[in-house]
Every structure is written in C-alpha cells, then in structure tokens.
C-alpha cells in the first residue's frame, strides 16, 4: 500500500473529529480562512491523486472542476485575509493542517467509489460550515465569499452524487 494511501485512511478520522468540532461554534475570521484553506488543500490533493489514479473520464472531469474552484476559492480567501489583515496561520501549519485532512480513499479497484463517497460527504460538510460561519460572521469579505464560493460547492456536491450514483 502507498504511503499516501495510508496516510489517506489515517487522515479519516481526524477529519471528522475535526470537523465536528469546529461545527460546534462559529469561528472568527482567521481561523475560519486557516481550517477553510486546509480543507480546501486536502481536496486538492485528494483530487490530483484521484485524477492520476483513476481511468474514469466522469472522474478526471470532476476532479479539474474541483481543483481549478478550490484553488481559486484558497487564493481568495488569502486575499480576504490580507484585507483584514488577519493573523493566519504560516503557510507551513496549513500545509501540516491539510495533510492531515486528507481523505481515506482505497488504493485499489473500489478507488472510484471511495472518492466519490468521501466527496458526497466531505463537500456536504464543507457547504454546512461554510453556511454557518456566513449567517454567524459580521465580516462582509467573509459573507461575499460564501455568496460567490456556495454554487460551486453545491455543483461539486452535485456533480459528486452523480459519480457516486454512477459508481
């Protein structure tokens, strides 16, 4: 098994610990930009290994749409934050943030089914935190971003039903 892979499976129940516990209570503004970025980041990356892995053209499709979406939505909340001229984290704790919330997807024949389960539910619960911090923020950026970056997300929740229907 890959490191990667193991490093995927591991990932998982980090990722929903985590997850929970932020959905909790609203967060400010710049801890919201650093778990939204490396959330953002762990989709990338989970996304480029689906896309070299997979022989699926319904999934390649998929995963470009979300990496070009999420690295835009990454490169504007970093813009927000430096509007605001927030204290966020080093790009290196995010990065160390990110890798942990890397998906578990299975390095074999059921890898296309994995990732598109864990995009169902990893976008679902990225859509839930994304509407909670916009209801629970005074910050206009941060509301913008949630009006500009939620279509997207609900698509990619969309397109990751289909895949999973499709599965």
């Not at 470009?64 to 790009?91: E, M």
């Not at 859509?127 to 500009?148: C, G, N, R, S, Y």
């Amino acid at each position: 098994m890959s490191q990667m892979a193991t490093r995927l499976r591991n990932a998982s129940f980090v990722t929903l610990l985590g997850l929970f516990a932020s959905s909790a209570f609203a967060q400010s503004a710049a801890e919201f930009i650093n778990e939204a970025s490396a959330k953002g980041m762990a989709d990338i990356e989970a996304s480029r290994l689906a896309h070299q892995k997979t022989e699926s053209k319904q999934v390649k499709d998929y995963t470009i749409v979300v990496i070009n979406d999420l690295t835009t939505a990454n490169q504007h909340l970093a813009k927000i934050a430096k509007q605001l001229d927030l204290p966020v984290a080093p790009r290196e704790e995010v990065m160390d943030k990110a890798k942990t919330l890397i998906p578990e997807v299975k390095d074999d024949a059921s890898f296309d089914e994995a990732y598109a389960a864990n995009q169902v539910k990893t976008t679902q619960e990225s859509i839930d935190q994304l509407q909670q911090q916009a209801q629970a923020t005074d910050v206009p950026q941060i509301k913008a971003f949630a009006e500009e970056t939620l279509p997207k997300l609900q698509n990619h929740l969309q397109m990751a039903r289909e895949l999973q229907a499709s599965r």
